[in-house]
């Protein structure tokens, strides 16, 4: 008697977690996918890569000479803009090279 109590209490529960489960019977082709189509990324030109490199050196060249001037106290006002420059051409040349 002990086991057939077991038994029913086991196919309870398991009727109660499968019922929990859904299950999707459409074929993959079927079901709508969660995936956003991106067009291919655009690679950029070896001269444009170039360029870039190029921009970059000559504004990272540049900031040792604000950082002087801000230990003198003066603080360049577009030494920020050509920080977050520099950074934003590090990314792209980056990415280009690597990826």
Known sequence: MRIATSIVCLMVVGVGLVKGQTVN???PEDTPSTKVA????QRASP?????QAKELAELASSIPADVK???QGLLPKDTADKLKRIEELSKRLRNELVY
């Not at 991106?38 to 990324?41: S, T």
């Not at 001269?47 to 360029?51: K, P, Y």
């Open 47 to 51: 001269a444009q890569l170039e360029e």
């Open 69 to 71: 001037r801000v230990n």
């Open 25 to 27: 019977m459409n074929r």
């Open 38 to 41: 991106h067009p291919p990324k």
